[in-house]
């Protein structure tokens, strides 16, 4: 005891050093404090009375987007906002008279403004009036010494080529809100702030990474009034404070085709629905409408709440992307899919004709074809070109569910295409599996039937249809559709070329391919296909029609005109294309809804789109069939001037 | 059966390291109230009122554990401080976000970073008092010490929290020094940490890394403009003259940094408010605190008890100059608080802790 006592003594010199090492760093403190508050003091008070330092954000200009052909569709405008810093205001009464005078509008609502922000920090701008015109913008900078503590702030603003058109793709950005604030935080790398804007919809939300810079800053020095001095001041101060320039957001190059994308938009006129155009062979995107639609310009400029409010009243739903964020039943395009299955199972041969005659009576119930007489005897391409129902159901009564959902899946069906847009819908392609999850109920052969002819349970996207199509048109091959082909910096660094992407090869029976081919080109092509009122002049497509049901019909309703029903439920017209028909380049499909059959209503947009593509890039293609197409109807005139001839001559 | 005699033991009761505390945290609490009265944080000094009373319920608490108890179980508190480390690093990465903390249900929250700053003086403590306590240090002889520190300062680093870690190490220094490490051993000490700090900031870290840390230690902003915050810092300190503004008439309200200006800036706003003649008179109070811990870890019979005294000094000192040092414009901006004086609940109640023992083990000499 006596020992450790004698120890803990012997420390006394190291305690004192350690006392003098505390005594020293409060002296170098104390001397650091004299040095700021007595030798230089005077200085820093007037630092602190006249002059301010602020830190000012500069923001990134974000990335562009361009056309497959470099066309500027989504670029940036800068924008003015009015504000007002409180903490530099004089006069309160005058200085907001004159702001309302030169704004045009009442002194009153500027009080208004400044009251719901009066919890913010005096130092910290209110923006009055989002938005202003050059004009104002010029009177309040020349008057800018009666207006103390007005400034205005410019911003990057988001412009919109061609507005309304593809606005679900290009999608929009506005203020990240605080709800998004720490999600944002946790999940990604990137540094958001309150105040950034984000994507929100479409590209710009998927590819906000990419395309949103870094926003930089600077210092600036303001006087009492809170007027910017343009430069830091050179004493020793404020010298060597840098600020940090911004780095510009990266420009992505779309594989959409404006012009393809203006005609698709202006083809669809007043109808609810949308177009989706991809290239059959590589899975690119070419255009891609949804219709209602709203200006993405006006998020980023500072949505009104009255057109907020006119978008989220209007029952149409302009907000919703047709293309991958609905899904529908495909109707007769689906027979696509029973066709494939049965031929590549061997349920009937490619000759074989059934019979139909209007009615099938399965147990209890009754399916009817759509012509109601029935289409007599009809053999797989017969089938195809005039739709019919009970050709299918019959072979359908010889499937499997598991089986037709296997080639569906296959081709495409009930998973999403991964396109590269938010919120896609996945459709869905029922198994036994899934409906007696579902329902506890096994599965039954009726719905079989109806699933055969794309009803029932079936749902697919616009997107997924025209990708299962493109099987057909090249072959065999599944591709993952996309729209960003590449993704380039102004410096050249971090650039990204997106390239095709197969997701599978299917291997169908040659036989079955041409059949289906045949088939879908006898739908256009043919006296008495479905869609043969939207043959072409120097288009050769081959597609199928499709009529979706929004409501189970009773007979009577079945066969009743569908314009005089209702527009809630009337039919929603669908037509799946792909072009040339003997070279095949493009998929079209088209979803009009309520627009009752898909013949007269989807079948002559899908043609317009067509003919653009077929105009820009297969001029000289177009010409030979126009050429082919002029003999062929001086053949037939030939024709039928003869048998009149002969009629004649007989008589 | 002992029997204790209440009126002596209050006599007995050192209450001199809670009545200096008491003095500055009475300035803590004006000074919050004043820098946060004009701004959206006003209000905020009741509910310090509320932590510095719990606080000192801790203390006192802590007050009454035994420098022997403490001693007996300084190993095992180390061991499972580690381990609660060593949990934040793998819960927190599942959480995301935040890995200084562990949820212990309900709003309290456990650091276990700030609680191993007391743990490791507790366990070098002991060890010192086993090992060679009688000459001076070589290098050979502090290998296991190093380990005891460098560990968990790694461990917090890697959270990452490097003020807290770097004080650690600061500390340990502090405690090194006192046991009569050789001179020699010192240098080479020195030299070692300078050069393998230097190269693991220059290599160790990716650069997404180091300004991560930056901006973690300084959120406000990322690496070049870090300056501003300082020089705010500065103008509004030197503006106070010799004798400030007078209470609430800060400018700082008006101010980029507002946020925290009542965490660790919390010393610029009193320095602008009362001048310089209120921080020698505030500073005065810190060094007195300190030279009273200095004189404890001389005055004691026990060896353990002397370095835990000096240990539990070292930690309060170098928050405090660490602290003053980066708001006047010293020391680079790293996030350490100002003890008794920065807003906040967890720092404070080990500051409180370090009292505790310290009364504890002066009443020790007179009480048993």
Known sequence: ?651 | MVKIDLAKFLKRYDLSFFVMTGCILIVGVVNLYSATHATSFAGIYRLQIYKYLFALFIGILVSFIRPKTLYRYSYLLYVLNIIFLILVLVVGKNAQGAQRWLELGGPIRFQPSEMMKVTLILALGKWFTKNYPDRPLGLRNLTIPLLMSFIPAGLIIVEPDLGTGLTILLVFAFIVFYRKLKWKSILILGLLGLITGSFMYQFGLKEYQKKRIITFLDPQSDARGSGYNAIQSVIAIGSGQLLGKGLKKSSQASLNYLPENHTDFAFSVFNEEHGFVGSVILIALYVSLFLRFVWLSISVLKIFDSIVAMGLMSILFWHTFINMGMVTGLLPIVGLPLPFISYGGSSLVIFMVCCGMATSISNSRNLF
């Open chain 1, 1 to 651: 005891m006596f020992a450790e006592e004698e120890i803990v003594k012997s420390h006394r010199l190291r305690a004192t050093g350690l006392g003098n090492i505390v005594l020293i760093a409060f002296g170098i403190i104390l001397s650091r404090l004299w040095y700021l508050q007595i030798y230089h003091g005077q200085l820093y008070l007037e630092y602190s009375l006249k002059n301010r330092l602020r830190k000012e954000i500069i923001r990134a200009p974000r990335g562009m987007l361009y056309d497959r052909n470099g066309v500027l569709l989504v670029n940036n405008v800068p924008r003015f906002d009015a504000t007002i810093t409180p903490q530099y205001i004089k006069n309160k009464k005058l200085t907001f008279k004159r702001l309302a005078n030169i704004l045009d509008m009442k002194a009153q609502s500027i009080y208004k403004i400044m009251a719901k922000n009066s919890t913010l920090p005096r130092y910290k701008s209110i923006v009055i009036k989002k938005n202003i015109s050059r004009r104002e913008v010029a009177i309040i900078e020349t008057e800018n010494d009666q207006l103390p503590g007005v400034s205005v702030d410019t911003f990057i603003s988001r412009e919109y080529i061609d507005k309304e058109v593809g606005a679900h793709v290009f999608g929009y950005i506005s203020e990240i809100n605080s709800g998004q604030l720490p999600k944002f935080k946790k999940s990604s790398a990137f540094d958001y702030k309150q105040g950034d804007f984000i994507g929100q919809f479409g590209l710009e939300e998927k590819w906000d990474l990419n395309l949103r810079g870094t926003n930089g800053f600077e210092f600036v020095e303001v006087d009492a009034l809170g007027r910017k001095k343009r430069h830091i001041g050179n004493d020793n101060l404020f010298k060597g404070i840098e600020g940090l320039p911004s780095r510009p957001g990266k420009n992505a190059n779309l594989s959409i085709d404006r012009r393809m994308q203006l005609a698709a938009y202006e083809a669809l006129g007043d109808w609810v629905g949308s177009v989706v155009a991809v290239k059959v062979d590589t899975g690119e995107v070419l255009a891609m409408v949804s219709k209602p639609s709203f200006d993405p310009s006006q998020f980023s400029r500072g949505l009104t709440s009255e057109y907020w409010n006119s978008l989220v009243s209007n029952d149409k739903n302009p907000l919703r992307d047709r293309t991958v964020q609905e899904h529908y039943s495909p109707g007769s395009t689906f027979k696509l899919v029973t066709a494939i299955t049965a031929l590549e199972e061997g349920i009937i041969d490619p000759q074989t004709e059934l019979f139909c005659n209007g009615s099938l009576t399965l147990g209890r119930k009754t399916y009817h074809c759509w012509r109601k007489l029935g289409h007599g005897k009809v053999n797989m391409t017969k089938a195809i070109q005039q739709s019919c129902n009970i050709y299918f159901q019959k072979l359908a009564k010889k499937m499997d569910i598991d089986v037709l959902a296997k080639y569906a899946q296959m081709l495409g069906f009930g998973t999403k295409t991964e396109v590269g847009l938010p919120r896609e819908v996945s459709g869905l392609i029922p198994t036994k599996e899934w409906k007696f999850k579902r329902n506890g109920v096994p599965w039954q052969l009726g719905e079989t039937l109806s699933c055969a002819i794309g009803q029932s349970y079936i749902l697919a996207s616009p997107l997924q249809l025209a990708m299962a199509y493109s099987v057909i048109a090249n072959g065999g091959t599944l591709y993952r559709p996309y729209i960003v082909k590449r993704i380039s910096s102004n410096t050249g660094k971090g650039d990204e070329v997106f390239n095709p992407e197969v997701v599978r090869h299917v291997q169908f029976k040659p036989s079955t391919i041409d059949t289906i081919k045949n088939g879908l080109f006898a739908v256009v092509n043919r006296p008495g296909g479905t869609a043969y009122g939207s043959r072409g002049s120097g288009i050769r497509m081959a597609g199928k029609t499709g009529t979706s049901q929004v409501i189970r019909m009773s007979k009577e309703k079945l066969f009743a005109k569908c314009e005089k029903n209702p527009y809630k439920i009337r039919n929603h017209g669908v037509f799946v294309a792909y072009l040339p028909a003997n070279d095949p380049k493009i998929a079209v499909s088209v979803v009009i809804e309520h627009g009752c059959h898909g013949a007269s209503s989807a079948a002559p947009i899908a043609k317009k789109v067509g003919e653009v593509y077929m105009k820009h890039y297969q001029s000289q293609l177009q010409q030979k069939i126009f050429d082919i197409e002029k003999k062929e109807r001086a053949l037939h005139l030939a024709i039928q001037q003869k048998i009149k001839e002969e009629e004649e001559e007989d008589w």
